[in-house]
């Protein structure tokens, strides 16, 4: 059996948040050897910077924290990302609390404490469900795109992409329907590092090349846009991405 939670969970990069580092460590020692990546923080305002920098594709969150709750921390979050899983732990599990994680379209709340068992299990559930149901983006022309595992396929086979390829067309693909200025390509790409215009072009360049010139538009001064002509379907009626 764990060997099949291994598999289902193996592509999940999980931010976990809590302000008790006792827990949060207990919480990393517990999903370690499950998942591919974990990132931690102990507030909300360093979550959100890991958020951006990294792009995990999980986030499990305590809700009472100092300063900014894990309830508003996952607010601004939603600002940006609005189809990311985020599960809730609390010890209390108010139906305040409950009624607020639900209009954030969380995937659940655990009450604190849980049992690793319990809390493997639920992660397993939901990485299953994205996997499963929400996963493969139709890019046009035989191009697919996993968002689970940030992959990409042209008729079903692998295509090369560099660790910052995959950040812009992850990055793109969460703005479908909006521009992607420079400013969120350095700041969402290169983070810390430095980086000019002429290197941001170079990238998308290189990208458009390994897909196709017509997916990628130039919005001009600005940045770049998708360009989605089809319907853009997950196997499910509606478009969401990780």
Known sequence: MYAKIKEILKGVRILIVDDDELLLDALKQALLGYVSEIFTALNSHEAIEIFTQKSPNLILTDINMPKLSGLEMAKIIRQSDQSVPILFLTAYDSDENIFKAIDL???????????????????????NSFQSDFASINLGNGFTFNAFSKELFKDKKAVSLTKKEREILHLFLKNQNRIVTFEMLANCVWYDESCTLDTIRSFVYKLRKKLYSELIL???????????QHENLRTQNEIRYI
């Open 105 to 127: 379209k969380s995937v659940g709340v655990l009450k604190k404490p849980c049992e690793k068992r319990d809390l493997i299990m639920k992660l397993s559930f939901i990485a």
């Open 218 to 228: 130039n919005a001009q001064g600005l940045g770049y846009k998708l360009n989605l």
